[in-house]
């Protein structure tokens, strides 16, 4: 059993701060990609950053220099370090993680979501 647990959301105002996370807990073999995602009202939901088991990263246009995707491969942890937020930042961020288990083939797990808002 596999699972993924976020933390970090809220209500910032523009031009605020905020950090994620996503923690990996269970009969966990390996970690190799994980990455962030998020989703507007009304619109699908759209890649953010990921970072690779080896440390690339790589970044959506739209948030670039703004956002920091970082991994604690010790705590089976992946960070967004979310800066100089914008009102369009709005939405439900979501991580996603490959993960090998102890038994069975790599597959990809979502975490629950995590509401951020920006707005003054």
């Known amino acids: 059993q596999v699972q993924l647990v976020e933390s970090g959301g809220g209500l910032v105002q523009p031009g605020g701060s905020l950090r994620l996370s996503c923690a990996a807990s269970g009969r966990i073999f390996s970690l190799n990609a994980m990455a962030w995602y998020r989703q507007a009202p009304g619109k699908q939901r759209e890649l953010v950053a990921v970072?690779?088991?080896?440390?690339?990263?790589n970044y959506a246009d739209s948030i670039k220099d703004r956002f920091t995707i970082s991994r604690d491969n010790a705590k089976n942890t992946v960070y967004l370090q979310m800066n100089s937020l914008k009102p369009e930042d709005t939405a439900v961020y979501y991580c996603?993680?490959?993960?090998?288990?102890?038994?069975?083939?790599?597959?990809?797990?979502w975490g629950q979501g995590t509401q951020v808002t920006v707005s003054s």
């Open positions: 970072i690779t088991s080896g440390g690339s990263t």
């Open positions: 996603k993680v490959e993960i090998r288990p102890l038994s069975g083939p790599r597959y990809d797990y």
